[in-house]
């Protein structure tokens, strides 16, 4: 089956045909596209396949139950993003805390009313446009972004670029507690340092973009690597590579020694090219030429 990606598509899953009748009725009649699934199980399969823009969750269903279908939905990389509403007959304030942990974004109770549902179709509906539209946009120009939810620290959504420059850098094992930390300097009025990987010369840079106390955090990704930095400082001051090569390191903080050491030469023959580099950049000291260049490579 062909799904247009620009009509409202609703998965509804419950294991009692009539309640998957009447939901039908009344959304086909709302001009939503509407899909079923009577198990957990189908579920999942139709909402990778479909990409519904909602999912109609049942909560207590035999074999894999509302919450670990949630949960296997929120689990999947290209499910993830879809909001998951719980039907449930169940008040009880565990139940609704269990809809929660599993991933739900929304509940509606039982005996379900039909405008109830439709109002909090269209407000998730909405939401989930929106993030549609810029996911599209961030694409389109190219720009290495990802979404995460600070509740979980999971990756909810992610850019092409974003996700070629992630592979090979481990970050599943960082990233969760860095997004942690940074939540919570946020929500203390604080800033929190970005996120740096390291990897054979290379490093991928993660910094919050937008912050969001419970819904999606978007973070810009920004990969660097010391044959950039190198050829960017010869070109902008009019250093030699081995000029560009010590200021660099000098940047970074290590010291004639070493520098030294990194490079396969004595401190004395630094100083030589750092006294250089102090004519070419106008300034005196390792500090100045160490700011002078982070200020110029910010702007360019």
């Given amino acids: 089956m062909n799904f247009n990606s620009e009509s409202n598509i609703v998965l509804v899953v419950d294991d009692v045909p009539e309640n998957l009748a009447v939901l039908h009725d009344a959304l086909d009649e709302s001009g939503y596209t509407v899909l079923v699934a009577n198990n957990g199980e189908t579920a999942l399969i139709r909402a990778a396949e479909a990409q ?6 049942d909560a207590i269903m035999p074999g894999m139950n509302g919450f670990d279908t949630c949960r296997h939905l929120k689990a999947n990389l290209a ?3 879809i909001p998951v509403v719980f039907m449930t007959g169940l008040t009880e304030a565990e139940h609704v805390v269990a809809a929660f942990d599993a991933g739900g974004n929304d509940y509606v109770t039982k ?3 039909t405008s ?3 109002a909090r179709i269209a407000s ?3 939401t989930a446009r929106l993030m549609d539209q810029a996911r599209t946009a961030l ?4 720009n290495a972004v990802i979404a995460m939810t600070p509740r979980d620290g999971k990756v909810v959504w992610q850019t092409p670029l974003a996700r070629t420059l992630m592979q090979g850098y481990m970050a599943d094992a960082e990233l969760p507690a860095w997004l942690h930390a940074t939540q919570l300097a946020h929500s203390q009025g604080q ?18 973009a937008e912050f969001s106390e419970n819904e999606q955090w978007m973070i810009v990704l920004r990969e660097e690597s010391d044959t950039a930095q190198i050829e960017k400082l010869m070109a902008t001051f009019k250093l030699t590579q081995r000029e560009s090569e010590v200021l660099n390191w000098v940047i970074k903080g290590k010291t004639n020694r070493d520098i030294g050491d990194i490079l396969g030469t004595s401190p004395r023959t630094i100083n030589k090219h750092l006294e250089h580099v102090f004519v070419k950049l106008g300034v005196e000291t390792r500090t100045s030429a160490a700011s002078v260049a982070m200020a110029k490579m910010d702007r360019s």
Avoid at 52 to 57: A, E, G, S, V, W
Avoid at 139 to 142: E, L, Q, R, S, T
Avoid at 196 to 207: E, H, N, Q, V, Y
């Fill in 116 to 118: 109830e549902v439709l």
């Fill in 111 to 113: 005996p379900l009313r």
């Fill in 124 to 126: 998730h509906m909405q």
């Fill in 191 to 208: 800033s929190h340092p970005p996120l740096t990987l390291a990897r054979s010369g290379r490093r991928l840079i993660f910094s919050a």
């Fill in 79 to 81: 499910t993830r993003h």
């Fill in 52 to 57: 519904p823009h909602i999912i109609l969750l």
């Fill in 139 to 142: 694409d389109a120009f190219g």
